[in-house]
DNA sequence: CAGTTAGTTAACCAGATGGTGAAATGAAGC
DNA sequence: GCTTCATTTCACCATCTGGTTAACTAACTG
């Protein structure tokens, strides 16, 4: 596995059950049997998925008598917004279709016998 | 494997070859030999790599005579950015600490024996 | 045609992941 | 101390992942 924070945190995101856990600690902090309530997975594959949430620091546990509440940790997502956000000029609509004609031109170079730039 | 496109799309940014392969693609398209240079896996290890991205619609790949020129695809991305937008008042410093001040208060409760509410 | 270049597919491997049931731990309540 | 509730740990399992080497396909080149 890899161990960079990112992907650490992209992996805990990548599994839906995890990301509806963060959704509900959204709302504030709950207990592990409260937060297994939702699925219809046995209590140790919670705990298995909240290990994972704690390990990329998106959520952090107290201790009250025999409950472990659960808190959102929010901060990694922080970068992820970071990381995401650089390519925030490739989704928008007409930055695609300009793409489209660049490699309808490149095409057209083709047939034309021009080598192409991979740069 | 979960087939949800938001946990496609986080389980191929989980890795930071696929994350460097995409910040190759975002200064143009590339062939795949020109995609592996970078790295000192093989290049059936980066084929597969590719293939994750593709079935993420992270990439899109042509075909021009022996190349198969990829390029990038951001849009998931943009969903990506709607789900983490949503956490945003989670992270920002000031609600961090007004997050301790009411843990703390709840403490206090608890040594009152008061309930504690969970939701 | 034979040879080279680009890339994929196949078979395999080690280790991670996501789930299970059963047993262990920890704290509270009687 | 025994019981109960919340949660974790353990042993196990099937499947996925990320890498390898070797063999194959596809297209150009001479």
Do not use: N
């Not at 995101?13 to 959704?23: F, H, V, Y």
């Not at 472990?68 to 992820?80: F, H, K, S, T």
């Not at 004609?101 to 740069?119: G, M, N, T, W």
Request: glycine residues 4%; aromatic residues 8%.
């Amino acid at each position: 596995m890899t161990t960079d924070q990112l992907s650490l945190t992209f992996s805990a995101l990548a599994d839906p059950t995890r990301r509806a856990i963060l959704a509900r600690l959204a709302g504030g902090e709950a207990s592990v049997k409260e937060l297994a309530a939702p699925f219809k997975m046995t209590l140790p594959a919670v705990s298995k998925h909240l290990k994972v949430l704690e390990r990329a620091k998106l959520i952090s546990r107290g201790r009250d008598a025999q409950w472990r509440p659960c808190r959102l940790r929010a901060e990694p997502l922080r970068e992820v917004d970071d990381w995401v956000e650089r390519y925030g000029q490739f989704w928008d609509e007409s930055f695609g279709r300009l793409d489209d004609y660049l490699v309808e031109l490149q095409s057209k170079e083709k047939d034309h016998d021009e080598p192409k730039d991979y740069r």
